[in-house]
């Protein structure tokens, strides 16, 4: 029985969201994150909510740290079903003011450390013939101004996820890419960025979300039955997502001035 998930991120957020959809249905969940209060109170809310699991610190970056997590997951469960790769940090400045340490965090976490978690847990899918779970963002299919290095991270997530879909499919390993938009989150308290009101302002997005963690891990779940690969939780996503593929120029030409906007807006705050 196919019962068996662990879940990067799983300290707060969408990652804990995640854990309690499943748990509702008695998952075993192995939870992963650098916040271990978070961790401990996941697993709290996952044994009330009829699951159960172990907690371990993880840093997504540390190739050794994410083998060691799929060894618990061998030596605890005897295996593992679904991998959720949904650790993830935020960012954002323009192009001319990120510096390249901007540009190495952002992609060791938000890419890399998603291709050291299908890598690592790779040997153990092949077994069950489970599934991969990539967690990107609208931005890696709309490339928002002002957010270049989480754009490219996340655009790499799902190049990546397209690349193992056709890869794995052989092996009878199931991949599905989610790309939320902005949603209710703790996301911003990772927020690197060069300039206040650049957070301000994605503060402001996640705020103005109608749309709950929890909805999304309810959309994922009810998509992952369906066999969906791509996972746009938003309708606006979806709209936007469909129009990029009709008329890429008009897309473009709307975030353009969106960038001028936010130029204009940056200058008078600061």
């Not at 019962?3 to 509702?24: D, K």
């Not at 969940?29 to 371990?56: H, M, P, Q, S, W």
């Not at 192009?95 to 790779?122: P, R, T």
């Amino acid at each position: 029985m196919q019962n068996r998930m662990m879940i990067t991120g799983a300290g707060s957020g969408l990652g804990r969201e995640i854990a309690l959809r499943w748990a509702q249905e008695g998952w075993r969940l192995a939870l992963a994150d650098v916040n271990e209060a978070g961790l401990a109170e996941t697993l709290k809310l996952v044994r009330e909510a009829g699951g159960d699991g172990f907690i371990r610190r993880c840093d997504v970056r540390d190739y050794s740290q994410l083998t060691a997590l799929a060894q618990a997951c061998e030596e605890q469960f005897g295996g593992i079903d679904i991998i959720v790769n949904n650790a993830g940090v935020a960012s954002g400045g323009f192009f001319s003011e990120l510096s390249l340490e901007d540009w190495d965090w952002q992609i060791s976490i938000n890419l890399m450390g998603v291709v050291k978690g299908c890598k690592a847990f790779l040997p153990l899918l092949e077994k069950s013939k489970g599934k991969i779970v990539n967690i990107a963002s609208m931005a890696a299919l709309m490339q928002g101004p002002g957010m270049s290095n989480y754009n490219v991270a996340k655009a790499g997530v799902v190049a990546l996820s397209e690349s193992l879909l056709v890869e794995l499919r052989q092996l009878e390993i199931g991949v599905h890419v989610v790309c939320p938009s902005f949603f209710q989150t703790n996301l911003l308290d990772s927020f690197r960025g060069p300039t206040p009101a650049m957070k301000a302002q994605v503060g402001k997005l996640l705020e103005s979300s109608p749309i709950s963690a929890a909805d999304i891990a309810n959309y994922i779940h009810d998509e992952m039955a369906k066999g969906s690969f791509m996972i746009l939780p938003h309708e606006m996503g979806r709209m936007a997502w469909a129009l990029k593929q009709k008329n890429p120029q008009a897309l473009y030409d709307e975030m353009a001035s969106m960038a001028e906007k936010m130029r204009g807006k940056v200058k008078s705050v600061s």
